[in-house]
């Protein structure tokens, strides 16, 4: 089982000092043609028609980057809402100088439970969202490519290589806008070591 993860590529909220998250932006004229970019990348590593099952979360910044890579590749996208980037509630459409202004104080409250307004999500919600989609990757045993989010895909990647939850509080794997990265499961003498790969520099 070999899994590609793509991170959406330049966005709008990137852009304009404005909360992402939730916040469905779509991809700036940049993230378009960073998103082609990419696209061409995976054509020539894997061909025109890869044995291969292309995921997207529903928003439209990774559709649009998802729908660029179908387009290449010939393979339906599939969406999933699991992999959406964390809810950020009221602070939806409000600049980041807002959120800062009016989210609630961190002390004492654990990274993974903190909430930044009351109808936020958690690190940890968003996690175990992640990982009933994760769970479903694995029983499939194919190979995929999952276009998501920061916040989602690291999530995602922690979860894969089985590192624990709580480790959160220290751990933590970041990409940028249009990271491209190989994970893979191999199974050596009874024992399953898990790769994780950078597949593609950076764009920015």
């Known amino acids: 089982m070999q899994i590609i993860t793509v991170q959406h590529t330049q966005a709008v909220h990137h852009t304009n000092g404005m909360v992402g998250g939730s916040t469905d932006w779509p991809l700036t004229a940049l993230g378009k043609r960073q998103a082609r970019r990419i696209a061409r990348r995976l054509r020539k590593e894997l061909g025109m028609r890869p044995d291969y099952v292309l995921y997207a979360s529903d928003m439209t910044r990774t559709s649009q980057t998802a729908q660029a890579i179908s387009k290449a590749l010939r393979l339906p996208i599939e969406y999933v809402s699991e992999l959406r980037e964390i809810k950020v509630g009221s ?43 994760l769970e479903r990757l694995e029983a499939a045993n194919r190979n995929v490519i ?9 999530t995602f990647v922690q979860r894969f290589l089985h590192i624990p939850v709580n480790a959160t509080e220290y751990i933590w794997f970041h990409g940028r806008a249009g990271s491209v990265h190989r994970l893979e499961k191999q199974v050596e003498n009874g024992r399953a070591v898990y790769v994780l790969d950078k597949f593609q520099e950076i764009l920015f």
């Not at 989210?103 to 993974?112: K, T």
């Not at 999952?146 to 690291?154: E, K, M, P, T």
Request: net charge negative; aromatic share 10%.
């Open 91 to 133: 602070a939806a459409g409000q600049s980041k100088a807002w959120l800062k202004e009016h989210q609630a104080l961190r002390e004492g409250v654990p990274f993974l439970d903190y909430r930044p307004l009351p109808d936020a999500e958690s690190w940890r919600e968003m996690g175990e969202r992640v990982a009933v989609f």
């Open 146 to 154: 999952v276009v998501g989010h920061g916040g989602s895909l690291g």
